[in-house]
């Protein structure tokens, strides 16, 4: 296996190579390179995709994934969970991890912000009632 990922890694960036200004190659070395949990790699080339591609939501929550879970530094993920969400904002999902972020650091302001957010863009969520018993107790 570890010879597939390296033969798939040496295909990237020989593509990313013959042009610097496609995106996909970087964010599929980025890819093979979070799966391997080489979370630092994974996020200077998915931070790649983002220069020539600067709209791709699902980039910018690679990044905060690998940032919050990956690492264990929620507070390195906000602002890429945040610009997400910027290019994406029916993206629940994102929402409920940014909320969780926020909730980690213990940064009550932002997550009562947040949850308000989230509460209005999406009243029939299956998570909308316990966010707002959580806000409650905040």
Do not use: C
């Amino acid at each position: 296996e570890l010879g597939d990922e390296q033969a798939a890694l040496t295909h990237w960036h020989r593509a990313a190579e013959l042009d610097p200004y496609y995106a996909a190659p970087r964010r599929n070395i980025g890819i093979v390179h979070a799966q391997a949990g080489r979370y630092m790699e994974a996020i200077q080339a998915l931070e790649q995709v983002l220069v020539l591609e600067p709209t791709q939501a699902d980039v910018y929550f690679k990044i905060a994934q690998a940032y919050q879970y990956g690492l264990g530094q929620p507070g390195q993920a906000l602002r890429y969970w945040e610009g997400g969400i910027g290019q994406a904002e029916d993206a629940a999902d994102a929402y409920l991890q940014l909320i969780q972020a926020y909730g980690a650091l213990g940064q009550l302001e932002e997550l009562r912000r947040w949850i308000d957010r989230f509460v209005g863009l999406f009243p029939a969520h299956p998570h909308r009632s316990a966010l707002q018993r959580m806000q409650e107790g905040l």
